[in-house]
């Protein structure tokens, strides 16, 4: 093969090359578009100020909103990151730090095998756990499945970020002097602090978009509620609820709070990235 | 390789047990009564089967340099990593022999490694600036990480100006320590060093990741600091080490051949594996 034609060849494989991977990205762009496009289009038009603020009105009746579901979602989500975060921050540390025994790779085998688990078996694993002994759905039951539900993945995404620190930099904190423990928390786990920020974020995010462990933890609830102790209504549930439902107004209702739930979810993520953003000029 | 007797290379050349031989190679300068800085007796380090530093004894007088040459692979890091007790942390490491700094042994019972450390600093191969904080927090890390109060602005100021970097950075202490170039990152890490006053400086290749300018800049550097300090650097360079040690040692499997003053170890060395490696034939 002489020069010229395989300079030819390589151009024309490089330019191949492109285009198949042009169309790969619109294929996978074409359906997160027409979610974004069918949730937007359908309930854009139900969303109001009431549509916040008040409360679900029964069949038949004009207006109401799903206030409620959305404090409740809310409520709930923040229980869950209140047990959910430290726990699974604090095991992500620890098998970072200490975890090459065998009680490191226990919790690492456990972690993975129950973030495989489906949402719904841990939906029961709370029902058993906390609603059965409390004798009914509470807002409670709904976080601590949402809890177990984050802890596996954010252990894991934690361990991994503190392991990509680079052991050079506990290495200087050592050499000044600087007691082991001060190091990992002031060094080693401040350097990875901004992956663990996004990791915690996209928890939450996936927290709150989850149906299946709600069902039979929190349940439901027509009306406004922060008892930790009964039953909750929730922005995935309410979906569900209207989704469900024989009546067109619930349909439109099941779209605008669709449309809600992914604006939370947006702004989570937006959140993390505005978070993690370094302080520092000219920080790489 | 089992860790037992000097091995017959040694004896042969330098009769007797380690510890007589300190006397023979230090050099005969003016202050040859001063009491030495850093002693190292029969110091051994091994990791898991590995015995890589084999019964290494030397000694190192205050305020000079000590440059530790030799091949890859030779156990020049390792060696200069038990000077500071960095090998505590490394699983399967273990370090047996004498390191006295000042006369107190670093690996007897009941010294702490941390409060060690404050005393032996440690410049490393790459720099290595926490990437998290500004230039300014870098240099200030040593004291605001261990409690130690005091003017922080006034030290950062004192030792990035020993550190021939405060021109090019006081205009910018609050950017990243990370946005410098590779050779001024190196020079904040060695004032980062500096800040918590230490008394023996250990450079591990400092220069080695650096281009020739800025490796001048750290030579220069080194010549001046050993005003106050002790220092031990580990360099891959000859030119390096000639150009800013005052003793010179020769390392070769772990093993310490030869050490003397840097003029005789280059131009007289009584090794044959030494000329060997200073004239260039392996290494």
């Not at chain 1, 024309?12 to 074409?30: K, N, S, T």
């Not at chain 1, 404090?71 to 090459?100: H, S």
């Not at chain 2, 038990?82 to 006369?103: C, F, S, T």
């Not at chain 2, 261990?146 to 910018?172: P, S, Y």
Request: charged fraction near 15%.
């Amino acid at each position: 093969m002489n020069l010229h034609s395989s300079f030819t060849y390589r151009k024309v494989v490089d330019r191949g090359m492109a285009v198949v991977c042009a169309l790969c990205f619109i294929g996978a762009f074409i359906p997160l578009i027409s979610v974004l496009w069918l949730v937007v289009s359908n309930g854009a038009a139900g969303l109001s100020w009431a549509f916040f603020t008040e409360l679900p009105k029964p069949v038949g009746e004009a207006g109401g909103g799903i206030g409620n579901a959305l404090v409740g979602t809310l409520y709930m989500v923040g229980l869950a990151c209140v047990i959910g975060l430290p726990l699974g921050v604090g095991a992500g540390v620890y098998l970072a730090e200490k975890g090459d025994g065998t009680i490191g790779s226990t919790v690492r085998f456990m972690a993975e095998v129950l973030s495989g688990v489906p949402s719904i078996v841990i939906g029961i694993v709370a029902y058993a756990l906390v609603v059965i002994p409390m004798g009914h759905f509470s807002a409670t039951a709904g976080a601590v499945a949402l809890a177990i539900l984050m802890i596996p993945t954010l252990a894991r995404a934690t361990e991994e970020l503190v392991r990509l620190v680079p052991g050079s930099l506990r290495e200087a904190s050592l050499a000044l002097g600087v007691p082991n423990w001060k190091t990992s928390l002031s060094v080693v786990i401040r350097t990875a602090m901004g992956g663990i920020v996004t990791a915690c974020l996209l928890a939450v995010a996936r927290a709150a978009g989850e149906t299946a462990p709600l069902l039979f933890t929190a349940l439901n609830n027509q009306y406004w509620n922060l008892n930790p102790s009964a039953p909750t209504a929730s922005l995935t549930v309410a979906i569900y609820n209207y989704a469900i439902s024989p009546y067109d107004d619930w349909h439109s209702k099941a779209w605008t709070a669709s449309l809600v739930l992914l604006i939370v979810v947006g702004l989570l993520n937006i959140a993390s990235r505005v978070l993690t953003r370094s302080r520092l000029k000219g920080a790489r | 390789m089992t860790p037992a007797a000097p091995s017959p290379t040694m004896t042969s050349e330098k009769p007797g047990p380690p510890p007589p031989v300190v006397a023979q190679q230090t050099p005969l300068a003016p202050g040859a009564d001063v009491p030495n800085k850093v002693e190292v007796q029969d110091l051994n380090v091994h990791f898991r089967a590995n015995h890589a530093i084999r019964h290494v004894t030397l000694s190192v007088k205050p305020q000079t340099v000590l440059a530790v040459i030799g091949p890859s692979g030779c156990g020049k890091s390792t060696f200069i990593r038990a000077l500071n007790r960095m090998h505590d942390l490394v699983p399967g490491a273990r370090v047996d022999g004498k390191v006295y700094v000042d006369g107190k042994d670093l690996y007897a019972r009941g010294i702490d490694p941390v409060l060690l450390r404050r005393r032996v600093g440690m410049i490393f191969q790459r720099p290595n600036p926490f990437p998290t904080m500004s230039i300014f927090e870098n240099v200030a890390a040593g004291l605001t990480l261990n409690g130690i109060g005091g003017n922080h602005a006034e030290i950062v100021e004192r030792v990035l100006r020993q550190a021939a970097l405060w021109d090019e950075v006081k205009d910018r202490l609050k950017h990243a320590g990370t946005s410098l170039s590779g050779g001024q990152q190196q020079r904040l890490c060695i004032a980062r060093a500096l800040a918590v006053e230490p008394e023996v400086l250990l450079a591990d290749e400092p220069a080695s990741a650096l281009d020739p300018i800025a490796t001048a800049k750290i030579e220069e550097l080194i010549h001046e600091l050993k005003e106050k300090y002790t220092i031990i650097i580990v360099t891959h360079s000859m030119q390096q080490a000639a150009r800013v040690s005052d003793n010179t040692a020769f390392f070769y499997l772990g093993e310490l051949i030869e050490m003397g003053p840097t003029a005789q170890i280059f131009t007289n060395p009584r090794e044959r594996r030494t000329e060997d490696y200073v004239t260039g034939k392996f290494g």
